[in-house]
T-cell receptor, first 118, second 112 residues
Framework: DTGVSQNPRHKITKRGQNVTFRCDPI?????LYWYRQTLGQGPEFLTY????????KSRLLSDRFSAERPKGSFSTLEIQRTEQGDSAMYLC????????????????FGAGTRLSVL | SQKIEQNSEALNIQEGKTATLTCNYT??????LQWYRQDPGRGPVFLLL?????KEKRKERLKVTFDTTLKQSLFHITASQPADSATYLC???????????FGAGTQVVVTP
């Protein structure tokens, strides 16, 4: 399967603990996106990378959240001092990211990591 | 502020009928609009993209319309099948091709 891969699929943690999620995009995709989705809502944008550069961060991304994409390949999303309100599905997506070419900018999503903070 | 509204109530429909979903947006001037399908426990899957200068787009049993005057897109599933049961999300898009902003989605349930 050469789609977007996310690990782990599920994470249960206690409030105050740190958690880290990993996303492996489709190879050759330059852009990588993180979204958060809660029950009954559509995905909400968190941040995105063009290669290794983090180009935009949502104001939803508090100081407790940090994302990296070293070497422009896989990405990690870390949440420090988790709170119950962080419980959600965290989705990663990737796209080729070609300026001006519509079909190259379609985003392909992974299955997500479901976080439960107790 | 920008807002995307989709029918919050689930759409229950009999197999073979046409399902019609609505996406309304405010404080947007999107150049494109995308529709995604999401199954429980999975990420969204891209279905269709329609440009602002296209009135209608079709793909197999799917049809999308885009009315920039009404600020609305309609999504139709014709000859619906139980396998079409899922949540459908719309995402208006400007020219930046960065983040996507989604509506809350409409759940479709197709019964045999």
């Amino acid at each position: 399967d050469t789609g977007v891969s996310q690990n782990p699929r599920h994470k249960i943690t206690k409030r105050g603990q740190n958690v880290t999620f990993r996303c492996d995009p489709i190879s050759e995709h330059n852009r990588l996106y993180w979204y958060r989705q809660t029950l009954g809502q559509g995905p909400e944008f968190l941040t995105y990378f063009q290669n290794e550069a983090q180009l935009e961060k949502s104001r939803l991304l508090s100081d407790r959240f940090s994302a990296e994409r070293p070497k422009g390949s896989f990405s990690t999303l870390e949440i420090q001092r988790t709170e119950q309100g962080d419980s959600a599905m965290y989705l990663c997506a990737s796209s080729l990211g070609r300026e001006g070419i519509l079909t190259k900018n379609i985003q392909y999503f992974g299955a997500g990591t479901r976080l439960s903070v107790l | 502020s920008q807002k995307i509204e989709q029918n919050s109530e689930a759409l229950n429909i009999q197999e073979g009928k046409t399902a019609t979903l609505t996406c309304n947006y405010t404080n947007y001037s999107p150049a494109y609009l995308q529709w995604y399908r999401q199954d429980p426990g999975r990420g969204p899957v891209f279905l269709l993209l329609i440009r602002e200068n296209e009135k209608e787009k079709r793909k197999e049993r799917l049809k999308v319309t885009f009315d920039t005057t009404l600020k609305q897109s309609l999504f139709h599933i014709t000859a619906s099948q139980p396998a079409d049961s899922a949540t459908y999300l719309c995402a208006p898009l400007d020219d930046s091709w960065g983040k996507l902003q989604f509506g809350a989605g409409t759940q479709v349930v197709v019964t045999p």
